[in-house]
């Protein structure tokens, strides 16, 4: 067996040595630079410049939950330090430096700043609830900072809101924006609906960040008509529902991927009717256009989602 | 204007709360009781009551359903347009806020929360959401709504609709339309510093007609207005226990669905033998449903995360059955038994970790597994079918499907350079059924992504997916029903390679103007299908804009283009008569808006979409065959709103809307009640309008 010379062995070693200490002394030193930082007097330093009127305006903390400071979980409550709870010791921030810049505070949650420390502010009071599952969640392995999606000083959080919350979710995910303007969508476009019905953005455990364990789960908290068990199954419909359907959107009706007879004979091809050629000139054939024309083969099979019907076999009844 | 005085009367109603309260609205005065905070003098002292009220009234310029769905403006005419929140907050934490939408509309909406900050918390919701299924739809059905539709006395038998002499005069609009109304009530109490308790409960009550198929074996069928008569109740419940390293919530779902009509029988519009002259279906049983969930979550060390959940629960359905069939030729037939004793098992599991190499932080690895499983523990009977009332067929067995699925994940991340981050990750799913063509599916998929932020306003993103599946052996599940082609490969469970790529760029030109730029295509190939849907591929294209002129003016666009093709191969008989199927959908949607301060008292948005959507279809047999006619739907959209405020209190809102529908269908226009020779249908049409929607609100603030 041919062994590889020493010396490359060693300068490897050292190489990864010596990157293994910067990254360590470089992380050490960022905690030793904010464990060392001192708090401001408070918020009423911070206000001097962050009042009403002046830029960045933060007053509106104060209509948020946040703002509550007899709340015993306010970071304005006695014993917490105001804007430093969440942005950390930042006297530093309130000196002007010798070209008039000013440091920033040492959490500023601007875009571009890190987004770990960010996170772990939110998290430090609020990993509860529906955030249990957030460290392995898609969004937190994207490094999504929490201040992406909520406007913490804002009176009202679009995030929270049912209409602007989508906005805030269309910023990344564009194409779901359009699929709720096609001919059959959710009614997200309406209001009626928001993305965190169906989804829990913090969420880290199940598919698709949904709210219930599985797909089926999820559609069956407003379809619950659907979920049986019935004595006579269809056994996609069992399976996962978006085997047919697109929740977000389809230009076929009832959110269908594909228009029927072709979304069914895609699958079934027993001979006889379900698995005919249906083309164009059908539609003119008065006896196979029952097959093809209305609601196609669900003109006769609409019980497509399970019969309990003991003749419900082949879904007719 | 018939609409408005049942609305006004709800609207007032239901806001008169807020009213009185508003009339009472201080602000409360700092007292010796304040905390340390409000020695600031510039803090802000937000107590007492704040809200607003927007009452006036909306026009409708046109009838159309279409319009109407989930808005709940279907007619043209007058509705009362009452908006408003309220909200209350104390040096104590003590809160109330209120949220009205739509209150004049039948798609009305409040949510309530009072509670004091960190101690409890009480909620109610009221929803009301209206949708229409069909547009100008008829019927000559009577008693529609019910469980039983009859015709009327003097209707025309016939073997086809144009025989049926007395359907025009027979036909009454049948509008299929729902209503759900949803109530939400919860408490979340928090006690012993560490613990919170969540109860939820919610009601759906879901009422109206839809449209439903009837067959009539190989012959005929009807389009019924079916009744719709659900009532769904949910509680949903979990006790918490979190500190900063570790959370643990137990929780308890229960899931109750009845529908108000188990059968919806209806008299037969073609000519047939008097047993044939009524039939009967079932409609959606009542079912159950009921789930405990553990769920936890802990952080080890600074690099290390741990999470999981399992979640146990049981589905139950025993509702009575109906005879095999209403006709009286067989009503004789045994069956095997009274109900179907219907139970499913349900259990999920699943774990996650995630490490953070102590690499600057820039190292991250997550694992992830789920196990779910749906063991269906229905008793298996034989069963003597009657298809469609009129012939018993070969004894059947029912198939109680089960499944259980396993995915495996892990992930890498890396970030090597402050502009640069690779990841890279594996994940394994399999799934096995019972009584299925096939018993197992292994699908494995690797990934691969690059992100690039060279600088704070640029960040270029690539990833590519690859995933591979393969099936056990395929075998044809027997149970004295109808076999598939030995050929066919069902698209779920037929090997599969599928790749996926996605290119994203965004850039913050300047602080004001930022773009994104994304393209993502997703190709699937069933390589082993030789029936079924061949390959499929899906691509996206997206630009988006936001542009900031000052910090008055707020512009935004948008493109958006999905291509969804797929090809699909089957045969009528046996191995001849083989036919391909193309499919090509394109969606196209783009929009603009602007939101604009034009003055301390006044602003302005404005919001255009349109939408453009064409299906091609073309099914291709030996003999050429002309395709179908696109399938096409195009929506405008078009918005403004202008908000005026006179003084701190008293303001106006104008809100003006445009919408312009056309669609064409191929498979319902133009053909009526009586158009389709052997399907008695409902008359859809695909739905067109133009419709203005006016607001005029006055808006008082307190």
Same mark, same amino acid.
Request: glycine share 8%; aromatic share 10%; proline share 5%.
């Given at each position: ?5 020493a ?6 070693s ?5 990157? !293994? ?10 905690e030793?630079?904010?464990?060392t ?8 330093q ?15 903390i104060? !209509? ?14 006695d ?17 002007k430096q010798?070209?008039?810049s ?31 599952h957030?460290?392995?969640s ?10 992406s999606?909520h406007?913490?000083?804002?009176p ?10 989508q ?15 096609q001919?059959s ?18 969420d880290?455990s199940?598919?698709?960040? !949904?709210v219930?364990?599985?797909?089926n789960d ?7 008509e ?10 996609p419909?069992?399976?996962d529902?978006?085997?047919?359907h697109?929740?977000h959107g ?9 228009r029927?007879?072709? !979304?069914?004979?895609q ?7 379900p ?8 539609a ?5 256009q ?15 989602h ?12 | 204007m ?21 009339a ?5 005065v ?25 009452f ?14 989930y808005?709940?403006?279907?007619e043209?005419?007058?509705?009362a ?8 907050r104390?040096?104590?934490?003590d ?12 798609s009305r909406?409040i ?8 101690f ?20 000559p ?5 019910s469980?039983?539709l ?5 209707w025309? /038998?016939?073997?086809? =609709? ?14 299929l ?5 949803i109530?939400d ?8 510093s ?10 759906q009550? /879901?009422?109206? +007609? ?6 009539l074996y ?12 659900? +009532? ?5 419940t ?22 108000g %009509?188990?059968s ?15 039939f009967?279906a ?7 449903f009921?789930?405990f %969930?553990?769920s936890?979550?802990? =952080? ?18 025993d509702?009575?059955f ?14 095997p ?5 219907? /139970? ?6 699943n774990?996650?970790g /995630?490490?953070?190499?102590r ?10 597994g ?18 469609s ?23 890498l ?6 502009v ?6 594996g994940?394994q799913? @399999? ?7 096939v ?5 494995t +998929?690797w990934?691969?992504?690059v992100?690039?932020t060279?600088t ?26 109808? #076999?598939? @082609? ?5 698209f ?6 599928r ?24 190709q ?17 294209y997206?630009v %988006?804009?936001?542009?900031?002129l000052?910090?008055?003016?707020n ?5 958006n ?16 008569? #083989?036919?391909d ?8 949607t ?12 006044s602003?302005?948005?404005m919001d ?5 959507? %064409?299906?091609r ?5 030996a003999?050429a065959?002309p ?10 959209n078009f918005?403004l ?7 701190d209190?008293?303001g106006y ?6 919408e ?6 191929w498979?319902?226009?133009g ?6 020779n052997s399907?008695l249908?409902m ?6 309008y133009? #419709? ?9 603030r307190?």
């Amino acid at each position: 067996m041919l062994k590889k010379p020493a010396s490359r062995n060693s300068l490897k070693s050292a190489c990864i040595s010596l990157f !293994l200490l910067g990254c360590f002394s470089q992380a050490n030193a960022e905690e030793e630079s904010v464990a060392t930082a001192e708090y401001s007097d408070g918020a009423k330093q911070c206000m001097t410049c962050h009042s009403e009127g002046k830029e960045p305006a933060a007053h509106e903390i104060f !209509l948020t939950p946040m703002g509550i400071s007899g709340a015993a979980n306010s970071p304005f409550a006695d014993g917490r330090h105001d804007c430093e709870t969440c942005h950390g010791p930042s006297a530093s921030h309130r000196k002007k430096q010798a070209d008039g810049s000013r440091l920033s505070p040492s959490i500023s949650f601007a875009k571009g700043t890190p987004v770990g420390p960010q996170n772990a502010v939110c998290l430090d009071c609020h990993q509860d609830g529906n955030r249990i599952h957030w460290m392995a969640s898609t969004h937190a392995v994207e490094e999504v900072a929490c201040v992406s999606c909520h406007e913490v000083h804002a009176p009202s959080d679009p995030a929270m809101d049912k209409l602007a919350q989508q906005e805030k979710c269309f910023t990344c995910h564009p194409r779901t924006r359009a699929q709720t303007f096609q001919a059959s969508s959710h009614p997200l476009r309406f209001g009626a609906m928001a993305c965190t019905d169906c989804h829990n953005p913090h969420d880290g455990s199940n598919d698709f960040l !949904l709210v219930r364990s599985t797909v089926n789960d999820t559609c069956y908290t407003c379809h619950a008509e659907k979920r049986g068990p019935f004595l006579w199954e269809h056994a996609p419909v069992s399976e996962d529902c978006t085997l047919c359907h697109n929740p977000h959107g389809s230009n076929h009706a009832a959110l269908l991927k594909q228009r029927p007879p072709l !979304l069914c004979q895609q699958c079934h091809s027993p001979g006889g009717h379900p698995a005919t050629a249906y083309t164009s000139e059908t539609a003119e054939n008065s006896f196979q256009q029952r097959f093809l024309l209305g609601q196609s083969c669900a003109n006769c099979h609409s019980q497509v989602h399970g019969s309990n019907h003991p003749s419900g076999v082949t879904d007719l009844r | 204007m018939k609409n408005f005085s049942r609305k006004s009367a709800f609207s007032i109603a239901a806001f008169l709360p807020v009213i009185l309260l508003g009339a009472h609205s201080t602000t409360a005065v700092a007292d010796g009781t304040e905390p340390a905070i409000y020695a600031c003098k510039a803090c802000v002292k937000y107590t007492g009551w704040r809200g607003s009220i927007d009452f006036g009234g909306a026009y409708i310029s046109d009838d159309s359903y279409r319009f109407g769905d989930y808005r709940g403006l279907e007619e043209l005419g007058l509705y009362a347009a009452v908006d408003g929140d309220a909200h209350y907050r104390n040096l104590q934490g003590d809160y109330f806020d209120l949220y009205a939408r739509d209150l004049g509309y039948d798609s009305r909406e409040i949510d309530t929360r009072v509670g004091n900050q960190g101690f409890y918390e009480l909620r109610f919701g009221w929803q009301e959401l209206p949708r229409y299924l069909g547009y100008g739809t008829q019927t000559p059905f009577l008693g529609v709504g019910s469980d039983f539709l009859s015709l009327p006395s003097n209707w025309v /038998k016939a073997n086809t =609709t144009s025989g049926m002499t007395a359907l025009d005069s027979s036909l009454a609009v049948a509008p299929l339309k729902t209503e759900r109304e949803i109530l939400d009530a919860g408490i979340t109490v928090n006690f012993l510093s560490n613990f919170s308790y969540r109860f939820d409960y919610q009601r759906q009550d /879901k009422k109206g +007609t839809r449209p439903m198929g009837a067959g009539l074996y190989y012959s005929n069928a009807s389009i019924l207005p079916a009744p719709i008569d659900y +009532t769904t109740n949910l509680i949903d419940t979990a006790v918490t226990w979190a500190n900063q390293r570790a959370q643990v919530e137990l929780g308890f779902i229960n899931s109750q669905f009845d529908n108000g %009509n188990s059968s919806l029988t209806w008299q037969n519009p073609f000519s047939s033998r008097p047993e044939h002259a009524t039939f009967r279906a079932a409609l959606e049983p009542g079912n159950k449903f009921y789930q405990f %969930n553990l769920s936890g979550a802990l =952080t080890l060390t600074s690099w290390m995360n741990l999470s999981g959940q399992a979640a146990i629960g049981e589905m139950t359905q025993d509702d009575p059955f109906l005879p095999y069939t209403i006709n009286p030729e067989y009503s004789d037939l045994p069956l095997p038994r009274a109900s179907l004793d219907g /139970k499913l098992d349900t259990s999920t599991f699943n774990a996650a970790g /995630k490490l953070f190499a102590r690499i600057n932080d820039g190292l991250t690895f997550t694992a992830r597994g789920k196990w779910d499983e749906r063991d269906n523990q229905t008793p298996v009977d034989r069963y003597t079918p009657v298809i469609s009332d009129l012939v018993p067929i070969a004894p059947r067995y029912n198939r109680p499907y089960s499944y259980e699925r396993q995915q495996y994940s892990a992930d890498l991340n890396y970030r090597a350079h402050r502009v640069i981050r690779v990841s890279a990750g594996g994940k394994q799913q @399999n799934i096995d059924r019972t009584l299925q063509a096939v018993e197992r599916t292994k699908e494995t +998929t690797w990934w691969g992504e690059v992100k690039v932020t060279p600088t704070y306003s640029t960040e270029f993103r690539v990833r590519g997916e690859w995933a591979d599946r393969d099936i056990s052996d395929y075998l044809q599940p027997l149970d004295g029903g109808p #076999v598939d @082609n030995p050929l066919m490969r069902k698209f779920h469970m037929a090997d599969r390679s599928r790749d996926r790529y996605v290119i994203e760029f965004d850039y913050m030109v300047t602080a004001a103007l930022g773009l994104n730029l994304a393209y993502s295509e997703a190709q699937s190939e069933y390589k082993n299908s030789i029936l079924g849907l061949q390959q499929s591929e899906d691509q996206n294209y997206s630009v %988006n804009l936001n542009y900031a002129l000052g910090d008055k003016i707020n512009v935004y666009g948008f493109y958006n283009l999905d291509t969804i093709d797929a090809d699909i191969v089957n045969t009528s008989s046996g191995g001849s008569g #083989v036919w391909d199927a193309a499919t090509r959908d394109r969606i196209e949607t783009s929009g603009v808006g602007l939101t604009a301060t034009i003055s301390e008292k006044s602003s302005l948005g404005m919001d255009y979409v349109y939408s453009d959507s %064409n299906g091609r279809i073309s099914v291709q047999t030996a003999a050429a065959e002309p395709p179908f006619d696109p399938l096409k739907t195009n929506l405008k959209n078009f918005k403004l709103h202008f908000d005026y405020a006179f003084n701190d209190h008293w303001g106006y809102k104008l809100y003006a809307e445009r919408e312009q529908y056309e669609s064409s269908d191929w498979a319902i226009d133009g053909f009526g009640v009586d158009g389709i020779n052997s399907v008695l249908t409902m008359g859809e049409d695909s739905p067109e309008y133009s #419709v203005w929607y006016y607001r005029f609100q006055v808006s008082y603030r307190f």
